[in-house]
């Protein structure tokens, strides 16, 4: 079974600064999707940013962008020039053709004013 | 856009009660998952669904049930209700892609609280 797994629950750094949250998982798959969500204090389900693992290059989304070592089965997050709005509870997820999401136990981000 | 519709937001029922949540995918999605968040966990698939069939079938009590409708849209009953059924469940819908690559889309979710 895939599992999950994400080692800080909680961080917090200063606005402005670079936070990169960890995510490892396991799965004897060679082609699945990686994922984060964030889950502000509205409990929203927000996806950050995804990857699929048979592209080596590493996704980004504006400050969003991720560092994905498939051989170490470890998929982080970094958040660069991070803001306010970015305090937020961050799920990192696998998924496996179509089927379910398997989600971490979350990390929860504070950004400090 | 249009996005994932749940209903009710909220939802107070009494130990024992049913209660259904509904949900509306984005239009032309094809696939539903249902997702339960206890307080302070994260979310535990509960059960999809894609053209009307069952696909896949998580943790879901015996005491739930769920299908799917012509319109694609998705209900979740729940019967004789405990107090560990309070949670916030969501809905998500994609559409099946090849392999997967289509995202699931998340609704804002339906909090129920069992007093």
New interface residues.
């Given amino acids: 079974a895939q599992t999950v797994t994400q080692s800080q629950p909680e961080m917090s750094v200063q606005e402005a600064e670079t936070v990169t949250l960890s995510c490892t998982y396991d799965t004897s798959e060679n082609?699945?999707?990686l994922?984060w969500?964030k889950q502000p204090p509205?409990?929203?389900?927000?996806?950050v940013i995804?990857q699929?693992a048979y592209k080596q290059q590493n996704a980004t989304e504006n400050r969003f962008s991720v560092n994905f070592q498939k051989a170490a089965k470890s998929f982080s997050l970094k958040i660069s020039d991070s803001q306010l709005g970015d305090t937020a509870m961050y799920?990192c997820a696998y998924?496996?053709?179509?089927?379910?999401?398997?989600?971490?136990?979350?990390t929860r981000l504070t950004i400090i004013p | 856009a249009a996005g994932v519709i749940q209903s009710p937001r909220h939802l107070i029922k009494e130990k024992r009660e049913t209660a259904t949540l509904k949900c509306y995918p984005i239009p032309r999605h094809d696939t539903v998952y249902w997702y339960q968040q206890g307080p302070g966990q994260d979310p535990q698939f509960l059960i999809s669904f894609y053209e009307k069939m069952q696909s896949d079938k998580g943790s879901i009590p015996d005491r739930f049930s769920a299908q799917q409708f012509s319109d694609y849209h998705s209900e979740l009953n729940m019967s004789s209700l405990e107090l560990g059924d309070s949670a916030l469940y969501f809905c998500a819908s994609s559409l099946r892609g090849t392999g997967g690559d289509q995202p699931q889309h998340f609704g804002d979710g339906t909090r129920l609280s069992i007093l």
């Avoid at chain 1, 509205?42 to 996806?47: A, E, F, H, N, V």
């Avoid at chain 1, 998924?95 to 979350?106: P, S, V």
Wanted: aromatic fraction near 26%; hydrophobic fraction near 30%.
């Fill in positions: 082609n699945y999707y994922f969500y509205s409990r929203q389900m927000i996806l995804r699929e799920f998924r496996f053709g179509n089927e379910k999401l398997t989600f971490g136990t979350g």
